[in-house]
């Protein structure tokens, strides 16, 4: 017999009374369900991706027919516009007038952001909400104590989802690597991602975070009771992690325990590719030494032998505190680590703060974990973010040739170069 989860979300504010109905079959295992890897490739880089960002952005825009939830960092899509077409300030247009159609035809778009600021302007969405786009901004740190909403995450009419390393920005069509997950056509998996989104929004009109989100939020799968779902014409697991705790509602799993869980689990491989890692904090003062993810990995490597692959970015902004952990890693017996390097665009002036691998995931034998937050203290312990974590052999073995492809390319560099 099928399961109703019914779900009533009232949303309530000062200004609006809104409420709206979510029925979700959870034994929907999503038969007519696809699941694709989306990334960007930075111009000129010669690799290869089957599907890109902006057309998975596209796709998931045009094809919407009620409504687009957007939980995003911020957006800057459109000041790419007035440079030089070579730069590829285009892809970001495209994807901003889709959202401006989208909204004219009556599709019920909400954007909750973190709170805007002189670096960080929202020119675009409040262009978006003059159109009448529904925007919040959410003031982080005044709700969690410190961090900032750094996820990004899109959910169309409560089936269909990107969730990936790709900001609201021109920049990470065109000139920054990226890699995020493209689900459609599956409510349940869904439900839980809307879920996420829903919190992030009900957040930004609190002055305070309730100390617990009650049944509204609770989640349909974690990591004891994965989804199980039929994507692609096959059998898949997954599951929705988030961060910071201050987020994980009941039944929810907390993005650090996914992850040090796929590691601990892993017994001959484990590779990941992340922009930025350290097993420290970085923003608050002093930082201090955070060993949870840095323990996982070296038991895996000297305990269990697993072979563990790190590929980390290297750019102009590289924290001068990451190296020499990444040193101290790549000592340990049956742990490599290398730096990937994007190399400058062909054409000056650089665009500033591009040119970096900002991709965010790790693969094993046995699992894939692809999320939105850097590997520092911070992101998993005040930032807002979340991670897909994925069970099937194909998708898995894609992801670890995309992490082939891009650990044997002329773009790495021995861990000791800096
Ligand atoms: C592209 O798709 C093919 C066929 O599904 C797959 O084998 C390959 O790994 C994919 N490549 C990338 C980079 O995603
Ligand atoms: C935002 O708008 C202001 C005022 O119109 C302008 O000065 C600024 O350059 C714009 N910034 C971006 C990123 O579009
Ligand atoms: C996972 O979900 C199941 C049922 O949905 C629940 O019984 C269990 O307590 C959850 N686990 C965690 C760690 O929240
Ligand atoms: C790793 O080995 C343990 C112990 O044999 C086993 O329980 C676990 O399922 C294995 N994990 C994977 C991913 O194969
Ligand atoms: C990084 O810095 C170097 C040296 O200042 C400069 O030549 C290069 O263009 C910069 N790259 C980017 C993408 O800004
Ligand atoms: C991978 O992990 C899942 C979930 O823990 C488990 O059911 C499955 O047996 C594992 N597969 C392998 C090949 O170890
Ligand atoms: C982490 O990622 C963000 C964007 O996702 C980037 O701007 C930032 O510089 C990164 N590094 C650190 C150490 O936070």
Redesign the pocket.
């Known amino acids: 017999m099928k399961v109703l989860y019914t779900c009533i979300l009232l949303i309530i504010s000062l200004f609006s009374v809104s409420s709206f109905k979510i029925d979700i079959d959870s034994s929907n295992n999503c038969q007519d369900g696809t699941i694709q890897i989306a990334e960007s490739i930075p111009l000129g880089l010669n690799l290869q991706t089957n599907l890109t960002t902006h057309d998975a952005w596209m796709q998931l825009i045009t094809n919407a027919k009620k409504s687009i939830d957007m939980g995003i960092f911020y957006m ?1 899509l ?2 790419g516009g007035q440079l030089n077409p070579v730069y590829g300030g285009q892809l970001g247009m495209d994807i901003f007038k889709a959202l401006a159609e989208a909204n004219s035809r009556g599709v019920q778009i909400r954007i909750v952001q973190n709170q805007p600021s002189k670096s960080m ?4 969405t ?1 262009a978006l909400a003059q159109m009448g786009v529904q925007v919040r901004s959410i003031n982080w740190p005044n709700l969690v104590g410190a961090g900032i909403l750094h996820t990004k995450v899109i959910v169309v009419d409560q089936s269909s989802a990107y969730l990936g390393s790709a900001n609201l920005d021109w920049r990470s069509l065109a000139q920054v690597k990226e890699l995020g997950v493209f689900l459609q056509n599956c409510p349940s998996m869904v439900y839980d991602t809307e879920t996420a989104f829903e919190q992030y929004w009900e957040a930004a009109a609190m002055s305070q975070l309730p100390n617990n989100w009650g049944s509204s939020f609770t989640a349909l799968f974690n990591q004891t009771n994965m989804a199980s779902l039929l994507l692609n014409n096959q059998q898949y697991q997954m599951f929705l992690a988030v961060s910071p705790p201050q987020f994980v509602s009941d039944d929810r799993t907390g993005d650090i325990d996914a992850l040090v869980a796929a590691m601990n689990a892993a017994n001959s491989s484990i590779c990941i590719s992340v922009m930025d890692y350290t097993p420290a904090s970085l923003y608050n003062r002093p930082n201090t030494f955070w060993p949870v993810m840095d323990n996982a990995i070296r038991a895996a490597a000297f305990n269990r032998n697993v072979k563990v692959r790190m590929l980390i970015s290297h750019w102009n902004q590289t924290n001068s505190r990451i190296p020499q952990w990444l040193h101290s890693l790549d000592q340990v017996s049956n742990i490599d680590v290398r730096w990937f390097v994007v190399p400058d665009f062909s054409v000056n002036p650089q665009v500033p703060y591009t040119r970096v691998n900002h991709a965010k995931y790790m693969v094993t034998e046995n699992q894939s974990y692809i999320g939105t937050s850097n590997w520092s203290e911070d992101y998993y312990t005040n930032t807002g973010g979340l991670s897909y974590n994925i069970f099937n052999t194909q998708f898995t073995s894609q992801l670890q040739s995309i992490f082939d492809r891009d650990w044997n390319s002329p773009y790495t560099f021995p861990i000791t170069q800096w």
Do not use: H, K, L
Request: proline share 12%; charged share 40%; hydrophobic share 0%.
């Open positions: 800057t459109t000041d302007p929202d020119n675009d409040q």
